[in-house]
């Protein structure tokens, strides 16, 4: 059984994620305290484990903010994954194990695709950041699976922030997704990568040099 603790991160990180508390907005601990019934002790312990995965941050002299996400952000976040992504795939080509990979990419992958017929953003989101992972999952790596957990809320958030109400970005990620797991499937490595970095990176690399425009303050 899960402590308080537990439970209200829990329920604050899924809020969050859900964006029910919206991104820039401060946290207030007492009316959360109100709200689920919990001392302020289990909250502040929540707050902090949600701070170093980067969902809540602390300025100074001005509280708890739930985190805002800038084009800078978002291009950093996929160059992360599009590191780890094409450096697991070359290993699991060298151990031969791309077969086990499509069995489970592809039952992702079905999963991903019921939601977008139920229009479930989160779930959709979710599903599509767990195709991702799967090849993370096939190089039987711990740390390299346990780095992308630990940062995997704010991929989540930065996926879920980006595919939210616009439904041309899901059918593009979904022939995107389908595009990778043929070509695995026909062992096409090299297009296999090309195809992660159209999926992955390509498509935020102009944020990059148009950061200080959106943002000077950065």
């Known amino acids: 059984m899960k402590?308080?603790?537990e439970q209200t991160y829990e329920i604050l990180k899924t809020r969050i994620l859900k964006q029910e508390i919206p991104l820039g907005s401060r946290i207030n601990i007492?009316?959360?305290?109100?709200?689920?019934?919990?001392s302020n002790s289990p909250i502040r312990e929540a707050l902090n484990l949600l701070e170093q995965q980067g969902l809540v941050i602390t300025p100074p002299n001005s509280g708890i903010h739930v985190v805002t996400l800038n084009r800078r952000d978002m291009f950093e976040l996929a160059q992360v994954l599009y590191f780890w992504i094409t450096g697991a795939y070359k290993y699991c080509v060298e151990i031969d194990c791309t077969e086990q990979l499509c069995e489970h990419m592809e039952e992702t992958l079905k999963i991903q695709e019921s939601y977008f017929e139920k229009?479930?953003?989160?779930?959709f989101t979710y599903y599509a950041?767990?195709?991702d992972r799967c090849i993370l999952e096939a190089t039987g790596n711990e740390r390299?699976?346990?780095q992308f957990d630990a940062v995997f809320p704010l991929f989540f958030l930065g996926s879920l922030y980006d595919h939210q109400n616009d439904d041309q970005e899901w059918v593009i990620g979904l022939n995107q997704h389908r595009d990778i797991l043929n070509a695995i499937r026909e062992k096409r490595h090299e297009d296999v990568l090309k195809l992660l970095e159209i999926h992955y990176y390509k498509p935020v690399w102009d944020l990059r040099g148009s950061k200080r425009e959106e943002d000077p303050e950065d």
Do not use: H, N, P, R
């Open 3 to 5: 402590t308080i603790k």
């Open 30 to 38: 007492g009316q959360l305290s109100k709200e689920l019934k919990v």
């Open 119 to 123: 229009k479930d953003a989160y779930e």
């Open 129 to 131: 950041d767990m195709f």
């Open 144 to 146: 390299l699976i346990s």
